[in-house]
């Protein structure tokens, strides 16, 4: 089966938007420019960072003014304000002015997650914790709801599902299909680069293939994804860079939240929490699908180890 594979998203490119027909609600749009920012380019990220930072500022200015502000062009902002979703400048003032209302409106955080080597333990947990809510809520704004829904109804069909994942994504893709053995569907998590291509080379229309992956440049990860592509299985990418090479192979992308690295605190880590959240609505979303096999199969092993827990 011959397929198309289709070309990474290149955001120094024409005036394309990113965000589909519907412009994100203000919530969503500090979460889009966390996650796009990195792939962007570094004049486009002067206006992304200025847009993030101060809202209420820059959604008083004309796109000359931002473009002054900024150091950067007016073609440049009117193309970062499509990348971020919108059709136009005058669009993303709108967004902008209403994100400004809501944190006037609501408590604004006081607290920074950098951490540092000398933090006493209770402010470690109050950094993590803040920045661990803060990476749920960026991944809940921008998660894209029909490709979600897309990957459920694949994932609910699938005759067998195939999740890919190396080192930290391993971990989320062990825990995604331990899910979704316990509702009764095949499913196998590969960590392996060999043996997750040789069982790729296995799937055919009607199977699902899952390659976790926050960089999404994972070659251990992209491989396997292109064999199931290829071989005509429905594919879907769970990925911090929605411009990453892993999308050219991916039918559905799942956008995770981009959280800033810091020395004490890993990629790992902040990925690996937005991974989940994705993934848990993944599997409920499945489960809503297939409730009347899968409720009764989630009993079952519930009461298949109910003895352990009995002492």
């Known amino acids: 089966m011959t397929r198309v594979v289709k070309e990474t998203f290149s955001p120094s490119g024409g005036g394309s938007s990113s965000g589909g027909d519907t412009p994100p609600a203000p919530a969503a749009l500090a979460a889009k ?3 796009l920012a990195p792939s962007m380019t570094r004049s486009m990220q002067r206006v992304a960072e200025a847009v993030a930072s101060d809202p209420a500022g820059c959604a008083a200015l004309t796109v000359t003014g931002l473009a002054g502000l900024t150091g950067t062009s007016e073609a440049t902002v009117v193309r970062t304000a499509r990348l971020l979703g919108y059709p136009g400048y005058r669009d993303l003032r709108l967004a902008l002015a209403g994100l400004a209302a809501q944190q006037q409106s609501g408590r604004a955080p006081s607290i920074t997650t950098d951490i540092a080597v000398d933090d006493p333990i209770a402010d470690v947990v109050a950094k993590l914790a803040y920045d661990e809510q803060q990476t749920l809520a ?3 704004a921008a998660l894209d709801t029909v490709q979600l829904g897309a990957a459920v109804t694949a994932a609910a069909s699938a005759r067998r599902i195939d999740v890919y994942g190396i080192g930290a994504s391993g971990l989320v893709a062990q825990d995604l299909t331990q899910k979704l053995l316990r509702i009764g569907l095949i499913a196998h998590a590969h960590s392996d680069p060999h043996l997750a291509v040789t069982n790729a080379v296995q799937l055919r229309a009607g199977d699902v293939a899952i390659a976790i992956t926050h960089s999404g440049s994972t070659g251990d990860v992209i491989e396997p994804l292109r064999v199931a592509f290829e071989h005509g299985a429905t594919t879907v990418a769970i990925t911090g860079r929605p411009d990453s090479p892993v ?8 956008t995770t939240s981009t959280a800033r690295e810091t020395e004490l605190r890993p990629a790992a880590m902040s990925s690996r929490t937005s991974q989940l959240l994705v993934v848990d609505c993944l599997f409920v979303g ?5 409730y009347e096999t899968a ?17």
């Open 33 to 35: 420019v966390r996650t």
């Open 138 to 140: 960026d991944t809940a």
């Open 247 to 254: 999308t050219q192979y991916a039918d559905h992308v799942l």
């Open 286 to 290: 499945v489960m809503q699908r297939t």
């Open 295 to 311: 409720a009764p199969a989630l009993a079952a092993s519930y009461e298949a180890l109910a003895h352990r827990h009995r002492r």
